[in-house]
């Protein structure tokens, strides 16, 4: 059953040994020249199975990575019941507070580990018995510079803002949340952010 067919991969409910599993998948690109194409689909492939690895060191619940096939460009994970974090934000109420905080807590322990996730989007994230599992690493990589951090919470405050009534109590919450892990660490990015969205006011 095809789940998605996104701009970069297409997403099949699978089985793997019997267990419930997603089949993420790199279909070629006939614009890209062939060779440049191949290599960027192995490239993304490689970065999202790595990070999801150092993510789940880190603390970060993520799908368990059944296969990888660079081959066939495609990985096999688990598959994870429950609403994305859109979806768990959009029904509001006091759960949706506690899922923003949430949010910000792993946004907290990514950075801390030194990862930048590069789509840190609330449909990147589905909502597991109240827990953030983290999912689409495949742009992310390592940084543990301000700058790029404040991309990465500027990038989830922008989803906040297009999709949510309530953004901004929201992003308090995050922010809460990423505070909560990254203590005085967090001052610099927060400030970064604020300054990413004045440079977009401005030119
Ligand atoms: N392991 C998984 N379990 C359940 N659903 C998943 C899983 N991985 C992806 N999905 C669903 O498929 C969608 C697209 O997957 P994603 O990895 O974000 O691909 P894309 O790069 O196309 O955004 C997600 O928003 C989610 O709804
Ligand atoms: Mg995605």
Same mark, same amino acid.
């Given at each position: 059953?095809?789940?998605?067919?996104g701009a970069e991969a297409e997403?099949?409910?699978?089985?793997?040994?019997?267990?419930?599993?997603?089949?993420?998948h790199r279909a070629p690109k006939r614009y890209r020249l062939e060779a440049l194409d191949e290599d960027l689909r192995r490239s993304r492939l490689r970065t999202?199975?790595?990070?999801?690895?150092?993510?789940?060191?880190?603390?970060?619940?993520?799908?368990?990575?059944?296969?990888?096939?660079a081959v066939e460009n495609?990985?096999?994970?688990?598959?994870?019941?429950?609403?994305?974090?859109?979806?768990? @934000?959009?029904?509001?109420?006091? *759960? %949706?507070?506690?899922? &923003?905080?949430?949010?910000? /807590?792993?946004?907290? =322990?990514?950075? $801390?580990?030194?990862?930048?996730?590069?789509?840190?989007?609330?449909?990147?994230?589905?909502?597991?018995?109240?827990?953030?599992?983290?999912?689409?690493?495949s742009l992310?990589?390592?940084?543990?510079?301000?700058?790029?951090?404040?991309?990465?919470?500027?990038? @989830?405050?922008?989803?906040?803002? *297009? %999709?949510?009534?309530? &953004?901004?109590?929201?992003? /308090?919450?995050?922010? =809460?949340?990423? $505070?909560?892990?990254?203590?005085?660490?967090?001052?610099?990015?927060?400030?970064?952010?604020?300054?990413?969205?004045?440079?977009?006011?401005?030119?």
């Open positions: 059953m095809l789940l998605k067919r997403l099949r409910r699978t089985e793997f040994l019997g267990r419930p599993a997603v089949e993420k999202e199975a790595r990070l999801m690895a150092e993510a789940r060191a880190a603390g970060v619940a993520v799908p368990i990575l059944y296969d990888i096939d495609k990985i096999v994970m688990e598959f994870v019941e429950g609403p994305t974090g859109k979806e768990a @934000l959009d029904r509001g109420g006091p *759960s %949706a507070r506690r899922i &923003a905080r949430a949010i910000g /807590r792993v946004a907290g =322990r990514l950075h $801390r580990a030194g990862i930048v996730h590069g789509d840190l989007t609330p449909s990147n994230m589905i909502v597991r018995s109240g827990r953030i599992v983290m999912i689409d690493f992310g990589g390592r940084d543990d510079g301000a700058e790029a951090r404040g991309v990465d919470l500027h990038l @989830l405050r922008e989803a906040l803002v *297009s %999709a949510h009534a309530h &953004a901004d109590d929201y992003y /308090r919450e995050v922010v =809460r949340g990423y $505070r909560e892990v990254m203590g005085k660490a967090a001052d610099a990015v927060v400030r970064k952010v604020r300054e990413i969205e004045e440079r977009g006011r401005y030119t």
